[in-house]
């Protein structure tokens, strides 16, 4: 039946459709309803929508009554679901009050901000120092067959294979120079001429421990303006320092007539800190050992907080690791990028015996405060590291700048809860954990982040307050009895170029240099800071902060 042609209008249309309908009909034995003269189809008895909800309605209520009667025969709470639906619904609309309430009490940089992350089972740990050491050895000698003798003159490098020094290190390169010493051909004589070098170097060193010995070049900032108004900043090798030696001696020199730019202090009458000529003397030999002979931290334990790239405690790890120390690093941005980083670390430093365990970690969370702890001092049968912790260097820090007394925020109350409130705590954990080990012959030097800064700069929230509150651990020492557990040492920590809080003013360093004001790199500062560890002064810090 389909149309010879286009059909040429809806009429036309609908009467196809009637014709197909009834010949499809007569086919089907269909017989349709007659239809009205309006054209509609005849209409029997109506019944309205009303009525039938009605009805329905009824069947409901009915079936409604059955199954109550029926639940009362069986002992069963037809209600019991929608009342604890309806009471938790309450109960959290009581919990959402309350959520809304501290947030906007405490403000949304402290709510994120306290929030825990440290998992053990994260935990990265790094100790194949002899891997590295065999690497980096054929490699070097690889450069020098192409390079030559330009490549031979490296003395951090020749520290750092000895530092690695064992017995499979020192049979490699004797294998070494025995292969290049059958090789005539004159591009072989430079690495024969390093293998042999670094061969003589480790059979020295096997004998010894590892150590950290500091052979940076002092520097200074530099701060230049181009013609076109581009301003740029470096660091250039500080004029009258050619090495270490100079500036050990600079440190120990009197800057306002009585005391040094570097110099110790000691607890006297008056409650005061006064300059100490002796104490300083120990200080300066421990800085000069560390330039000159070097130090071993060999089967001492440490936990770094705040080791970021560029940061002081990431200069503190790397020299406890060149002395073979094992260190605990703590990571706010816990990442393969971030890994990357510490595995690198570890890969150039990493000495003898030296081990890097790295944890994601919110020094702004007690709770992973309480965590870390347990981690590390905790017994290795309960998923802990069974670590002593010879030192802490609790120096995770936030910068909070802007914040003034009229506009104190949330920024400024996370700040102080984790550069304060938790190093506190943390050491509280960390004195704790030693009392239930009964550990109390084994202290564990904390080195305490202070500051000359007491709100003198402005316009940085509570950092003043922070670094004040922590002097408070000097009387805390003596006052909640942490003696056995804790010592406490403290780092007054100047200028530092280059840190996270204090990048914004490399531009101005040199300008402030030259106002009569020493600022250092995060190296030299480590530096300083490591010479606290000086056998004297740790053993004098066991008696007294």
């Given at each position: 039946?389909?149309?010879?042609?286009?059909?040429?209008?809806?009429?036309?249309?609908?009467?196809?459709?009637?014709?197909?309908?009834?010949?499809?009909?007569?086919?089907?034995?269909?017989?349709?309803?007659?239809?009205?003269?309006?054209?509609?189809?005849?209409?029997?008895?109506?019944?309205?929508?009303?009525?039938?909800?009605?009805?329905?309605?009824?069947?409901?209520?009915?079936?409604?009554?059955?199954?109550?009667?029926?639940?009362?025969?069986?002992?069963?709470?037809?209600?019991?679901?929608?009342?604890?639906?309806?009471?938790?619904?309450?109960?959290?609309?009581?919990?959402?009050?309350?959520?809304?309430?501290?947030?906007?009490?405490?403000?949304?940089?402290?709510?994120?901000?306290?929030?825990?992350?440290?998992?053990?089972?994260?935990?990265?740990?790094?100790?194949?120092?002899?891997?590295?050491?065999?690497?980096?050895?054929?490699?070097?000698?690889?450069?020098?067959?192409?390079?030559?003798?330009?490549?031979?003159?490296?003395?951090?490098?020749?520290?750092?294979?000895?530092?690695?020094?064992?017995?499979?290190?020192?049979k490699l390169l004797d294998g070494t120079v025995a292969m290049l010493s059958r090789d005539e051909a004159p591009a072989v004589a430079a690495a024969l001429r390093l293998a042999t070098r670094l061969r003589d170097a480790c059979k020295q060193a096997l004998?010894?421990?590892?150590?950290?010995?500091?052979?940076?070049?002092?520097?200074?900032?530099?701060?230049?303006?181009?013609?076109?108004?581009?301003?740029?900043?470096?660091?250039?090798?500080?004029?009258?320092?050619?090495?270490?030696?100079?500036?050990?001696?600079?440190?120990?020199?009197?800057?306002?007539?009585?005391?040094?730019?570097?110099?110790?202090?000691?607890?006297?009458?008056?409650?005061?800190?006064?300059?100490?000529?002796?104490?300083?003397?120990?200080?300066?030999?421990?800085?000069?050992?560390?330039?000159?002979?070097?130090?071993?931290?060999?089967?001492?334990?440490?936990?770094?907080?705040?080791?970021?790239?560029?940061?002081?405690?990431?200069?503190?790890?790397?020299?406890?690791?060149?002395?073979?120390?094992?260190?605990?690093?703590?990571?706010?941005?816990?990442?393969?990028?971030?890994?990357?980083?510490?595995?690198?670390?570890?890969?150039?430093?990493?000495?003898?015996?030296?081990?890097?365990?790295?944890?994601?970690?919110?020094?702004?969370?007690?709770?992973?405060?309480?965590?870390?702890?347990?981690?590390?001092?905790?017994?290795?049968?309960?998923?802990?590291?069974?670590?002593?912790?010879?030192?802490?260097?609790?120096?995770?820090?936030?910068?909070?700048?802007?914040?003034?007394?009229?506009?104190?925020?949330?920024?400024?109350?996370?700040?102080?809860?984790?550069?304060?409130?938790?190093?506190?705590?943390?050491?509280?954990?960390?004195?704790?954990?030693?009392?239930?080990?009964?550990?109390?012959?084994?202290?564990?030097?904390?080195?305490?982040?202070?500051?000359?800064?007491?709100?003198?700069?402005?316009?940085?929230?509570?950092?003043?307050?922070?670094?004040?509150?922590?002097?408070?651990?000097?009387?805390?020492?003596?006052?909640?009895?942490?003696?056995?557990?804790?010592?406490?040492?403290?780092?007054?920590?100047?200028?530092?170029?280059?840190?996270?809080?204090?990048?914004?003013?490399?531009?101005?360093?040199?300008?402030?240099?030259?106002?009569?004001?020493?600022?250092?790199?995060?190296?030299?500062?480590?530096?300083?800071?490591?010479?606290?560890?000086?056998?004297?002064?740790?053993?004098?810090?066991?008696?007294?902060?």
């Amino acid at each position: 039946m389909e149309p010879a042609a286009r059909l040429a209008s809806e009429a036309d249309a609908r009467a196809w459709l009637d014709n197909a309908a009834k010949a499809y009909a007569v086919r089907a034995g269909i017989s349709y309803a007659a239809t009205t003269a309006s054209g509609g189809a005849a209409q029997g008895p109506v019944v309205s929508s009303a009525e039938v909800e009605k009805m329905q309605q009824a069947q409901r209520e009915h079936a409604q009554q059955q199954m109550a009667v029926l639940a009362r025969q069986a002992g069963i709470d037809l209600r019991a679901d929608a009342r604890a639906v309806e009471s938790e619904k309450a109960r959290n609309s009581e919990l959402q009050a309350d959520l809304d309430g501290l947030s906007a009490e405490l403000g949304d940089d402290y709510v994120e901000g306290i929030k825990p992350v440290f998992d053990a089972r994260k935990a990265r740990r790094f100790d194949s120092y002899w891997n590295w050491a065999r690497q980096d050895a054929y490699e070097w000698i690889q450069q020098a067959i192409t390079g030559g003798d330009a490549v031979a003159d490296d003395e951090v490098r020749v520290l750092q294979l000895q530092n690695c020094a064992d017995v499979t290190l020192l049979k490699l390169l004797d294998g070494t120079v025995a292969m290049l010493s059958r090789d005539e051909a004159p591009a072989v004589a430079a690495a024969l001429r390093l293998a042999t070098r670094l061969r003589d170097a480790c059979k020295q060193a096997l004998a010894t421990s590892p150590v950290y010995r500091e052979l940076l070049v002092p520097m200074e900032p530099q701060t230049s303006i181009s013609a076109t108004g581009a301003v740029s900043y470096s660091e250039v090798p500080r004029a009258g320092e050619p090495s270490l030696a100079e500036y050990v001696e600079h440190m120990r020199e009197a800057t306002d007539g009585q005391t040094p730019l570097l110099h110790m202090r000691e607890y006297s009458e008056g409650d005061q800190w006064t300059y100490s000529p002796r104490l300083s003397e120990d200080y300066y030999r421990g800085l000069a050992e560390l330039t000159a002979t070097g130090t071993s931290y060999a089967g001492a334990t440490a936990l770094v907080t705040g080791c970021g790239r560029g940061s002081i405690g990431a200069e503190i790890v790397r020299a406890l690791l060149m002395g073979g120390a094992r260190v605990v690093a703590t990571t706010s941005s816990y990442s393969r990028k971030t890994m990357l980083i510490f595995e690198d670390m570890y890969r150039r430093h990493g000495a003898r015996g030296s081990e890097l365990v790295v944890v994601p970690f919110n020094q702004g969370s007690a709770q992973d405060i309480e965590a870390l702890a347990k981690f590390v001092l905790g017994a290795t049968g309960s998923g802990g590291l069974g670590w002593s912790l010879d030192y802490v260097f609790p120096f995770a820090a936030m910068p909070d700048v802007g914040s003034l007394a009229t506009n104190i925020g949330s920024r400024s109350e996370l700040v102080q809860r984790a550069m304060l409130i938790n190093v506190i705590r943390l050491m509280g954990a960390i004195k704790t954990a030693k009392e239930d080990m009964r550990r109390a012959t084994r202290p564990s030097l904390v080195v305490l982040p202070l500051s000359p800064n007491h709100g003198t700069f402005g316009g940085d929230g509570l950092y003043g307050e922070c670094k004040i509150g922590l002097e408070t651990a000097f009387y805390r020492w003596r006052s909640e009895g942490w003696e056995g557990h804790l010592s406490i040492a403290g780092a007054v920590i100047g200028w530092a170029r280059g840190t996270g809080l204090t990048t914004t003013g490399n531009l101005v360093a040199q300008n402030i240099e030259a106002a009569g004001i020493r600022t250092f790199s995060t190296r030299e500062m480590a530096l300083n800071i490591l010479a606290m560890l000086h056998p004297p002064l740790a053993e004098l810090a066991h008696r007294e902060p």
